[in-house]
Nanobody, 123 residues
Framework: QVQLVESGGGLVQTGGSLRVSCAAS????????MGWFRQAPGKDREFVAR????????DYTDSVKGRFSISKDNAKNTGYLQMNSLKPEDTAVYYC????????????????WGQGTQVTVSS
């Protein structure tokens, strides 16, 4: 089993930056790819970014390309999502996930989830 704990969310103004972290424990972090999803009130959980097991490839949803950056430090068992040029539409609960077993843009294919961290962008 893997336990994931997100941190680093908060309130930021439009154009600001935040970095959310995802600390893992329980199993070898480097064995898994990692993803970030977000869920706004009344909406489905949506894919944000994904990084491969050894950080050789990344992918982002179009709306965050050029603004967000996903990274993974296997030595620290921690993943990150650096968010720059934030917009009000980025407001959501952000979740990290570990270990996809299929199409990684679907939340249904991920084995482990954190509890989420709130990111609010004020206009």
């Amino acid at each position: 089993q893997v336990q994931l704990v997100e941190s680093g969310g908060g309130l930021v103004q439009t154009g600001g930056s935040l970095r959310v972290s995802c600390a893992a424990s329980g199993r070898t972090f480097s064995n898994y790819d990692m993803g970030w999803f977000r869920q706004a009130p009344g909406k489905d959980r949506e894919f944000v970014a994904r990084i491969s097991r050894l950080s050789r490839s990344t992918d982002y949803t179009d709306s965050v390309k050029g603004r967000f950056s996903i990274s993974k430090d296997n030595a620290k068992n921690t993943g990150y999502l650096q968010m720059n040029s934030l917009k009000p539409e980025d407001t959501a609960v952000y979740y990290c996930a570990l270990g996809s077993s299929g199409p990684y843009k679907s939340p249904n294919t991920w084995a482990f989830w954190g509890q989420g961290t709130q990111v609010t962008v004020s206009s």
